[in-house]
C-alpha cells in the first residue's frame, strides 16, 4: 500500500495552509474538492484511524510530492507523529457515515431554526472530535463533542441527511431544585446525612465537573418542602395562617414553602454557595414549622412531609411557569433549559392525577429537561414511580401508578467503602413504629399488626398463577394502550385475597360486588380505539376486573359516547417489562439524542445492568427490536460519561477504522446480551469499517412497527431488577487532548470493584452538565388509519408570488420579496422554533427517493424534506444541487401534525389537529416564597394551565411571512414572538462616587450639577440617526469650538465641561426630577435661577454660521438660508423613502434660535412656514403639524426634474412604519427663552406639575412600532427583519424604551445588531440596557416569574413632631397626589428616573395608580402604588387585595389600611460579570453597589438617624426661601419674573 510522508501546519500562521489538509493534486489525480480520506499508520492497521475531507485543491497551496500535511492540533490529538508515513486511502463517505453526533456551544443563543440550518449546513461534511465549527452565515461557533456509528464510539466521520445532530448547551438556565423533606435529617448506610450527601456529595461533585467542562450556567437554587398541619377543619387555624393553607385528597392541610438560595447567578467558582446552603439547612426546618408562631397564640402541629408526600410536581411547575416564557425576555448569551430535582428519597410520588397530567403534556411540549437526582438508595422496582392519590378508601380498591418517560432519573451514592463488606444494600429498612406515622394508612396497619398465622401460604392455591393472572398483557383487540397506566397491589391487597380464598369466592367476584370509582382520563396520551372515540378508562379498576370473563375483557364499546373499557390488567411495577404500550408522538419526542447501542436499540448510558442477563435467542432479539425505538423526551438526557477507564481483567478493544472503542463487552447496559453471531459481526468492524456489513442489517422501527416498553426513557431498554442508574465500566476518551479551550473535556467517572463485575450506582453527568436542547427531528407519525379516525385535517394553500405583486403595487416602500422556496423554508422554520419537529420517516425501497429522502437543497432545507427529484451529487461538500420542483415537510407537536408541500410557486399547509383534544386542565396553586434580599416567607399565588396548542394562528404567521411583515398582519401576542426590552439611561457619575470612593449615603444624585440638556439631546440626535442609518449630507460641525476631544464620561462639575455658554439650570430642566430638588441650599437655588433667566450668549448649535436675521425679516429670507446647502439647516443623504431635502425639526429649531432676534418663537416659525406650504412632514400629509424632536419634513418647492430629487410617500402610516419619529419634550428652553421653573419641590407647591409627558405631549400614543432590517452587516442567508416598538417622547430625566420584536430572524444577528446599538450608546454618553417584560414580577399576575418578587419597604409617614399628618396644610383631595410626589422626590434623590408605561386595560377602575422607575444604573426598579383618593385608604375588594397584598402588609384582611411605601425588584436582565462589577472598594465582604443602596434605602425611609425628618424640614425651608426670592424678583424685576 502506498504511503505518504506526514508533515504539520497551523492553519493561519504568517501564509500557512488554510485547510485541515493540504496534498498534491499530482498525486491524486483521482481526488477532488470533497472527497473523504483515511489516514492512519500502516504498521498498526487496526490503530486511530483519522477521515478528513479535502476542502481545496489547488497548485498555489500544495505540498511536496508524496507528502501530506494535516493541521498540528489534529495531529497532536489523533497521536500522528510529524515527518512519519502514513497510508491514505479515499473511502466512500457512506461507509464511514455517522449515526449521531453531539456538538457543543457556548454563551450563545441559538434557535433551533438555527439549529436547522446549522444542520443543513453541516450535511456531507467530515468531522473529527473537537473539531471548532464555525457557520459565519448565521455567526455560530460550536465544537464536535462526541459522534456514534453503527453502536460504537468513533472519533471521526461523515455527517450524512441521516446522522441525528444533538445540541448541548455549556450556558444553560438551570434550576437546582433541592427537597428540604423530612428524610434530609435522616442518616444514610453511610452515616452521612442525606443532606450531607446532596451537597457536600453530589452538588460539589455537579459543580466540579461544571468547571471541568467550563460550564458558565445561569443558576438558581431553591429549598422547597410540604409542611403538614394536624387540624381537622379550617378554624383551628388563626387568620394570618389562612392564607395559603391548601387540603389534599385526604383532608389533611398543608402548605408549601420555597427558599429561594441564589437566583439567575452565573459563577466560576460554586465553594461559596456550598456554604451558604449549609447556612441555610441549619435553621431550615426550625423556621419553616415554627413560620406562624406568635406569642399567646395557639396553632395546629405542624410536621414536614416525607419525600414521597412533597411537592414534587408542583416544584416542575414552577420552574416551566418560568421557561414557557422564554421569548419574553430573549437573552442572546445562553441557550437550553434545565430543571433539576434532587431529592433524599426514592424516586416514589404521591401525586395527584390532574396534575400529573398538566406537568406530563408541559413538560413535553415546551422541550425542557426535567432530571430528577435521588440520593436515597435505589428500591428493586421501577422507578420513578407516580402513585396516584386514591380517593376510595375500600380494602378493595387497588392503587394506580404511572411510569413517567418525562422524567429522567439517576441515583447518587458516594464511593465510601465498608470495610467489613462489598455489598451496596438497594434498600434502606424502616424503622418498624406505625404509631405515630400520621402518613400509613388504617388498612396498612391493621394488616401489618394482625395474626400472622392467617397469612400462612397456603399451599393449595397458586399464588404465583394468581398473579400471572392479575398481570397478564391486555388481549390483541384491546381498543386502548397502556401508557403511564400502570398499576400494582397495595399492601392491603393480600387480606383481600386471604378474604377471598377464604370464602371461595373467586368465581363469584365481579364487577358489579365490588363499588367501582370512576376517576378521570388517566393519561392525555393513551392512544384512541379503532372507532376514533376517545377511551375513558375506568379508573377504579379491582383486582376483580381481571378475572371477569374474557368475552367481558375483550368487548368493544362503539358508541357516540366515549369508550369505556370494562376491565384491564395491572402492571406490576416490580416487572413493567410485560407490557408494551402503544407510541405517540410525545414517547418519541426525545428519541433522537439517544445513541444507539451495539444491539441497535436506543440507549440510555447510565443505566446499567448489574447481572449480566441470559443469551437472548435469535427469534427473542427480533422481538425486543420489535419493541425498539422510542423515547424519552427528557432534554438532557441521559447520554454517558465520556471518559472511560478500563482495567486489565476487562479490557477493551480499543482500534477501530476512525478511532473507535468496540463497547461490545461493556455494553451489559443493554439489559439483553449479544448472542455469539452478533458479537462477530461487531468484532468484524475491528478489521476495517468499510468491510462491516451496514448498519441497515439491524432492523430500523418504522411508524408501523409501533410498540415501546412502558418503563424508561427510551423505550427500548428493557427493566429487570438488577439494572441501576449507573456509570458502567467505564471507557477511555477516544482522543485524548486538551478540551478546556471550548469547555469539552470528558465527563469523568470513577468505578468500584464488587465481586467480578463492576457496579457503581451513579448519575446522568452529561445530562446535568451539558444539557440537551430538544432535538430538531422525530420520527413518529401516524398511520392512515388512525389520521382518518382520530384527527380533523384541514388546509390552506399560500401563493407568495401572487400574495407579494398584490403588496408591490399597494405598498408605499418597496422591500425585496421573498422567493417560494423561502417563504418554505421560513414557513418550517416558524414552526421549528414554536417546538415543531421534524419528522424523518422511513421510505420503503420501493420509493424512488428513498436514497434521498432527506437531501439538502443549499442552505435552509435539511432531514425531514422529502423531495421527487433523486438527482445526487458526488461531492460531500454542501454542494446546492439542481433546483427540485417538490419537497414535502412534516411536522409534529404533541397530536398537532403539520404537513407542508412546495410544488412549483404553490405551498400547501396541511394541518391534523386532533378530533377529541384534551380539555384544558387549570390548577391554582398557592405558596410561600422567600427570595434573597427578602425579609419573610411571601404569599404567591400562581396558575398551572396546558397551552391549547391547536389555537395557535398559523394562517396569520405564514401570511406574516409572505407579506415580509406587512402592517396587515401584525405581530400579536399569541404568536409568542421574541422580544428584547431595553431603556436608554444617561450615565452618571455619582455611581461612581459611591463605588470608587466608598460614599455612606447614596441620596447623593440629586446634588447641583451642570445642565447638560443640551449636550443630551444632540447625543440622543446622533444615536437615533445612528439606529436608522441615516447620513447627513454635511457632516456636522463640532459641537464645541475647542478643539478638545469629548470626553465620553460626562462629568458634573464646571471645569471639565468644554462647553463655551454653561447654563447652571437643574440638571433635567421641566421634568419632574428637577421640580422635586429640595435639598439645595437656598442661596444656590437662587444664583441658579439668577442665572437661568440672564440673556445668553448665542450657543454654538453645530452648524454654520453665516447669518443673523433682523427682526423685520420674512419667512420667506428664512426659509431660502434654511434650504442653503452649505450654511442651511442640513439634509439628510438620499434614503429610500425619504423624499429629498429631509431635515428634523429639532435641527431645524436650533438653527432657528441663534438666527433669530427680538423673541421671536422658532417652533411658531417652523409651524407658519408649514401653513404657507413651505415645508411639510415627510410622509408628504399636510395635517400633521411641527413636533420638535426627531421629527422629518421636507422641503416642498424643489425642483421636480431634477436627478436626486424624490417624491414623498404621501402615505403616513406607511412612513412612520418606516421610521423612527420621535418627540422632544422638557427641554423647549434650547430653541427658545422659557422662564425657569419654581425650585419649590413639588409635594410642597400650591399647583403641583403634571405627572409625566403623557399628561401634555403632542402625540398621545405612548409607544410606536416601526420596521427594522435586522440584518444590517449582510451576513446571513436568510432574509431578516423584525420590528423596533420606542417611545414616542423622549425627555430629559426619564428613561427611553426600545423593544426589539421578530420571529424572522437568527438570534446571534439580532444580538450582533443590538450589540452596535450598545456600544454605538456608549459613545453617545447613554447606556442601553436590557429589562424584563415584567420588571416587577407581582405575585398573582399572569407572566410573572413564581419564584421572583418586589420588596416592600415602607415609607414612615408618622416622623413629625406631636404626630402631625403630612399634608395638614393643603386641601384633602391634593394629599394623595403630594404623597406620590414625596415618594418620587426620595426616589428621585437615590438616582431614581421614571419610566412611562402602556396603561394596561382593566376594568376595575379602582384599581390603584402605578408609576414605575429605574434606576439610572439601570440595575434597579421601584414602583409606588397610588390609591385613588388617599394614600390610606381600605382596599375596595378581596381580588385587589390578593393583587396587592405583597405591597402591602401579607394580609389578606380588607379591612386593613394599606402601608405607604415602594416596592423594589433587581434587574434580572443585567449581565452577571456587569451585575458584579459595581463592588465598592474597600467595603469590608466586597459589598455590592446594589446592596448598599437597596439598605441605605430601607434606612432612609424608616428615618434612620432622622435622615426623613430633616430631609422634610430642610424641604420646607427651600420652600421658603424660593417663595421669598420669587416675592423679591417680582417687585424688583419684571424681567426676571417668575412663574
Same mark, same amino acid.
Given at each position: ?394 380494602? *378493595? @380498591?387497588?392503587?394506580?401508578?404511572? $411510569?413517567?418517560?418525562?422524567? %429522567? #432519573? /439517576? ?5 465510601? !467503602?465498608? +470495610? ?109 380505539? *379503532? @372507532?376514533?372515540?376517545?377511551?375513558? $378508562?375506568?379508573?377504579?379498576? %379491582? #383486582? /376483580? ?5 374474557? !368475552?367481558? +375483557? ?109 463497547? *461490545? ?875
Amino acid at each position: 500500500m502506498k504511503t505518504y510522508k506526514l508533515i504539520t501546519h497551523t492553519r493561519g500562521c504568517n501564509k500557512s495552509y488554510d485547510a485541515d489538509l493540504v496534498l498534491n493534486p499530482q498525486d491524486h489525480p483521482t481526488a477532488k474538492v470533497g472527497d473523504v480520506v483515511e489516514i492512519y499508520a500502516p504498521d498498526d492497521e487496526n490503530g486511530t484511524h483519522l477521515l478528513l475531507q479535502i476542502t481545496e485543491l489547488n497548485e498555489q497551496n500544495k505540498t511536496g510530492r508524496n507528502v501530506i500535511s494535516i493541521e498540528s492540533c489534529i495531529a497532536v490529538a489523533f497521536k500522528m507523529k510529524p515527518y512519519t508515513h502514513v497510508v491514505m486511502r479515499i473511502v466512500n463517505p457512506a461507509d464511514v457515515a455517522l449515526d449521531s453526533i453531539e456538538i457543543t456551544f457556548k454563551d450563545q443563543y441559538m434557535g433551533r431554526s438555527e439549529m436547522w440550518r446549522l444542520k443543513t449546513y453541516l450535511t456531507n461534511t467530515c468531522v473529527y472530535v473537537n473539531k471548532k465549527i464555525d457557520y459565519n452565515d448565521m455567526q455560530i461557533r460550536c465544537q464536535v463533542y462526541e459522534m456514534w456509528s453503527q453502536g460504537e464510539r468513533v472519533a471521526s466521520g461523515v455527517i450524512t441527511d441521516d446522522t441525528k445532530i444533538v445540541f448541548r448547551s455549556s450556558t444553560s438556565m438551570v434550576y437546582l431544585f433541592l427537597q428540604m423533606s423530612s428524610e434530609m435529617w435522616d442518616f444514610d448506610i453511610h452515616g452521612d446525612l442525606y443532606f450531607e450527601k446532596a451537597v457536600n456529595g453530589f452538588l460539589t461533585e455537579l459543580f466540579q465537573k461544571w468547571k471541568k467542562l467550563g460550564c458558565n450556567h445561569e443558576v438558581t437554587i431553591v429549598l422547597f418542602s410540604r409542611t403538614f398541619y394536624a387540624a381537622k377543619n379550617l378554624d383551628e387555624f388563626p387568620a394570618h395562617m389562612r392564607d395559603c393553607l391548601q387540603q389534599d385528597y385526604k383532608g389533611r392541610y398543608y402548605e408549601d414553602f420555597y427558599r429561594v438560595a441564589i437566583q439567575n447567578e452565573r459563577n466560576d467558582d460554586w465553594c461559596t454557595v456550598l456554604a451558604q446552603l449549609r447556612k441555610l439547612f441549619t435553621s431550615y426546618q426550625a423556621t419553616v414549622l415554627r413560620y406562624h408562631e406568635r406569642q399567646n397564640m395557639r396553632i395546629p402541629l405542624a410536621t414536614n412531609s416525607t419525600a414521597t408526600q412533597g411537592n414534587f410536581l408542583e416544584v416542575l411547575n414552577i420552574s416551566l411557569n418560568t421557561f414557557e416564557k422564554h421569548y419574553l425576555d430573549r437573552t442572546f448569551d445562553r441557550t437550553g433549559q434545565l430543571s433539576v430535582v434532587i431529592t433524599p428519597g426514592v424516586g416514589v410520588f404521591s401525586v395527584d392525577r390532574e396534575l400529573t397530567n398538566i406537568t406530563k403534556q408541559r413538560i413535553i411540549d415546551n422541550g425542557v429537561g426535567s432530571d430528577l437526582v435521588c440520593v436515597g438508595e435505589q428500591p428493586l422496582h421501577a422507578v420513578p414511580l407516580l402513585k396516584f392519590h386514591n380517593k376510595d378508601t375500600t380494602l *378493595t @380498591s387497588a392503587d394506580d401508578y404511572s $411510569l413517567p418517560h418525562w422524567i %429522567n #432519573l /439517576s441515583f447518587y451514592s458516594t464511593n465510601k !467503602k465498608i +470495610a467489613y463488606s462489598n455489598f451496596i444494600p438497594r434498600i434502606k429498612l424502616p424503622i418498624l413504629s406505625f404509631d405515630d406515622d400520621p402518613d400509613v394508612e388504617e388498612s396498612e396497619r391493621n394488616f401489618l399488626s394482625c395474626n400472622q398465622s392467617e397469612y400462612i401460604h397456603n399451599s393449595l392455591f397458586d399464588y404465583d398463577a394468581y398473579d400471572e393472572q392479575i398481570f397478564q398483557p391486555l388481549p390483541a383487540q384491546s381498543t386502548c394502550s397502556l401508557q403511564r397506566v400502570v398499576r400494582a397491589k397495595k399492601t392491603s391487597v393480600p387480606s383481600f385475597e386471604t378474604y377471598a380464598y377464604r370464602n371461595n369466592d373467586w368465581e363469584n367476584l365481579t364487577p358489579t360486588k365490588i363499588p367501582s370509582l370512576r376517576r378521570k382520563m388517566s393519561d392525555p396520551d393513551i392512544h384512541h380505539g *379503532t @372507532s376514533g372515540m376517545l377511551a375513558t $378508562l375506568s379508573d377504579a379498576t %379491582n #383486582l /376483580s376486573e381481571s378475572l371477569a370473563s374474557e !368475552k367481558n +375483557a375483550r368487548r368493544t364499546i362503539v358508541s357516540i359516547a366515549p369508550i369505556v373499557r370494562p376491565g384491564r390488567a395491572l402492571i406490576n411495577p416490580f416487572d413493567p417489562s410485560h407490557v408494551t404500550i402503544k407510541l405517540t408522538s410525545n414517547r418519541r419526542r426525545w428519541t433522537h439524542i439517544f445513541p444507539k447501542g451495539p444491539t441497535g436499540v436506543l440507549i440510555q448510558q447510565h443505566h446499567y445492568q448489574a447481572v449480566p442477563a441470559k443469551t437472548v435467542p435469535a427469534i427473542n432479539y427480533s422481538r425486543h427490536l420489535q419493541h425498539s425505538n422510542s423515547t424519552n423526551n427528557n432534554t438532557n438526557n441521559n447520554n454517558e460519561n465520556n471518559e472511560f477507564n478500563s482495567s486489565a481483567g476487562d479490557q477493551f478493544d480499543q482500534m477501530s477504522t476512525h478511532s473507535m472503542i468496540s463497547l *461490545t463487552r461493556s455494553f451489559t447496559s443493554q439489559n439483553f446480551a449479544i448472542g455469539d453471531d452478533k458479537s462477530d459481526f461487531f468484532k468484524k468492524r475491528h478489521n476495517s469499517l468499510l468491510n462491516a456489513t451496514p448498519a441497515a442489517n439491524v432492523p430500523n422501527l418504522t411508524a408501523t412497527q409501533a410498540k415501546s416498553y412502558l418503563w424508561g426513557a427510551t423505550g427500548e431498554q428493557e427493566w429487570t431488577p438488577a439494572i441501576t442508574t449507573g456509570k458502567h465500566t467505564t471507557m477511555k476518551p477516544i482522543v485524548e487532548s486538551d478540551h478546556n479551550n471550548f469547555g469539552s473535556s470528558p465527563l469523568e467517572a470513577t468505578t468500584e470493584a464488587v465481586g467480578k463485575g463492576k457496579i457503581i450506582i451513579g448519575v446522568d453527568w452529561k445530562s446535568l452538565s451539558i444539557p440537551a436542547c430538544l432535538p430538531i427531528t422525530t420520527d413518529y407519525f401516524p398511520d392512515k388509519r388512525s389520521l382518518h379516525n382520530d384527527y380533523v385535517i384541514s388546509a390552506y394553500t399560500l401563493l407568495p408570488d401572487d400574495v407579494n405583486q398584490d403588496y408591490a403595487t399597494s405598498r408605499a416602500v418597496y422591500r425585496k420579496p421573498l422567493s417560494t422556496e423561502e417563504v418554505c423554508k421560513e414557513i418550517v422554520s416558524q414552526r421549528l422554533a414554536q417546538g415543531f419537529q421534524l419528522i424523518v420517516v422511513e421510505e420503503k425501497p420501493t420509493t424512488a427517493s428513498s436514497s434521498n429522502a432527506c437531501s439538502a437543497s443549499g442552505p435552509g432545507v435539511g432531514s425531514g424534506a422529502t423531495t421527487t427529484n433523486n438527482q445526487s451529487t458526488s461531492a460531500v461538500l454542501p454542494v446546492k444541487p439542481p433546483c427540485e420542483s417538490n419537497k414535502e415537510f412534516l411536522l409534529s407537536i404533541g397530536r398537532i401534525f403539520h404537513k407542508i408541500s412546495f410544488s412549483g410557486s404553490v405551498i400547501t399547509v396541511t394541518g391534523y389537529r386532533p378530533r377529541h383534544p384534551y380539555p384544558p386542565i387549570n390548577v391554582d396553586y398557592r405558596y410561600r416564597f422567600h427570595a434573597p434580599q427578602h425579609e419573610t416567607y411571601e404569599i404567591s399565588g400562581v396558575n398551572f394551565t396546558t397551552e391549547k396548542l391547536e389555537n395557535f394562528s398559523w394562517n396569520h404567521m405564514d401570511l406574516y411571512i409572505c407579506t415580509r411583515g406587512d402592517v396587515d398582519y401584525p405581530l400579536m401576542e399569541s404568536l409568542k414572538y421574541w422580544r428584547f426590552r431595553m431603556y436608554l439611561l444617561p450615565r452618571d457619575s455619582m455611581v461612581n462616587k459611591i463605588v470608587s470612593f466608598g460614599c455612606q449615603r447614596c441620596d447623593i444624585f440629586t446634588e447641583a450639577v451642570v445642565d447638560n440638556t443640551r449636550e443630551q439631546i444632540e447625543d440622543f440626535v446622533r444615536l437615533i440617526e445612528t439606529v436608522s442609518k441615516l447620513k447627513r449630507q454635511n457632516g456636522r460641525k463640532a459641537r464645541h469650538d475647542t478643539p478638545t476631544p469629548r470626553n465620553t464620561e460626562k462629568t458634573h462639575n464646571l471645569l471639565n465641561s468644554p462647553q463655551q455658554s454653561i447654563d447652571v439650570r437643574p440638571k433635567l430642566d421641566a421634568s419632574r426630577i428637577s421640580r422635586i430638588l429640595p435639598s439645595q441650599d437656598a442661596a444656590t437655588a437662587a444664583a441658579a435661577t439668577a442665572t437661568a433667566v440672564a440673556p445668553r450668549d448665542d450657543q454654538d448649535d453645530g452648524f454654520p454660521m453665516d447669518i443673523k436675521f433682523s427682526a423685520s425679516a420674512t419667512l420667506a429670507e428664512m426659509f431660502e438660508a434654511m434650504k442653503h446647502p452649505v450654511n442651511g439647516v442640513g439634509f439628510f443623504t438620499q434614503t429610500q423613502s425619504l423624499p429629498s431635502c429631509t431635515f428634523i425639526s429639532y435641527d431645524a429649531l436650533i438653527w432657528l434660535r441663534s438666527r433669530v432676534t427680538n423673541g421671536r418663537h422658532p417652533l411658531e416659525l417652523l409651524e407658519a412656514m408649514r401653513k404657507e406650504r413651505m415645508i411639510c412632514h415627510a410622509s408628504g400629509d399636510w395635517n400633521q403639524p411641527v413636533v420638535p424632536g426627531f421629527v422629518f419634513y421636507y422641503v416642498v418647492q424643489q425642483d421636480k426634474n431634477a436627478k436626486d430629487y424624490a417624491p414623498p410617500l404621501n402615505e403616513y402610516s406607511a412612513f412612520v412604519n418606516e421610521w423612527l419619529e420621535i418627540e422632544l419634550q422638557g427641554c423647549g428652553f434650547l430653541w427658545h427663552d422659557e422662564p425657569a421653573p419654581t425650585k419649590v419641590p413639588n409635594f410642597l407647591r400650591d399647583t403641583p406639575a403634571p405627572q409625566s409627558w403623557t399628561e401634555y405631549c403632542m402625540n398621545k400614543r405612548v409607544c410606536r412600532k416601526s420596521h427594522l432590517e435586522i440584518d444590517v452587516n449582510q451576513k446571513s442567508d436568510r432574509m431578516e427583519w423584525g420590528h423596533v416598538k420606542h417611545h414616542t417622547v423622549m425627555q430629559p430625566g426619564f428613561a427611553f424604551e426600545l423593544v426589539v420584536e421578530w420571529v424572522t430572524s437568527s438570534g446571534p444577528i439580532v444580538s450582533d445588531l443590538i450589540s452596535g446599538w450598545m456600544r454605538k450608546a456608549n459613545q453617545c454618553g447613554f447606556q442601553l440596557v436590557s429589562v424584563p417584560a415584567d420588571p416587577m414580577a407581582e405575585p398573582f399576575t399572569e407572566k410573572s416569574d413564581p419564584l421572583r418578587g418586589p420588596i416592600f419597604i415602607p415609607l414612615c409617614v408618622t416622623f413629625l413632631p406631636d404626630g402631625a399628618a403630612l399634608f395638614d396644610e393643603f386641601p384633602e383631595n391634593s394629599r394623595s397626589d403630594r404623597m406620590l410626589f414625596l415618594q418620587e422626590t426620595i426616589l428621585a434623590r437615590f438616582g431614581f428616573m421614571p419610566c412611562v408605561l402602556e396603561e394596561k386595560f382593566t376594568l376595575n377602575k379602582d384599581m390603584p395608580k402605578e408609576y414605575q422607575y429605574v434606576h439610572c444604573t439601570g440595575n434597579m426598579f421601584a414602583l409606588i402604588r397610588c390609591a385613588s383618593k388617599n394614600y390610606q385608604v381600605e382596599s375596595p375588594s378581596r381580588q385587589e387585595a390578593n393583587f396587592t397584598r405583597c405591597v402591602y402588609g401579607h394580609t389578606n384582611n380588607t379591612n386593613v389600611p394599606k402601608k405607604v411605601g415602594f416596592l423594589w425588584a433587581w434587574n434580572h436582565m443585567i449581565p452577571n460579570k456587569k451585575w458584579k462589577a459595581l463592588t465598592i472598594n474597600n467595603s469590608a465582604d466586597g459589598e455590592l453597589f446594589q446592596l448598599r443602596m437597596l439598605k441605605d434605602f430601607r434606612e432612609f425611609c424608616s428615618n434612620s438617624d432622622q435622615r426623613l425628618a430633616k430631609f422634610w424640614t430642610d424641604s420646607q425651608e427651600l420652600k421658603r426661601k424660593c417663595l421669598k426670592f420669587e416675592y423679591n424678583n417680582n417687585n424688583n424685576s419684571d424681567d426676571a419674573k417668575i412663574v
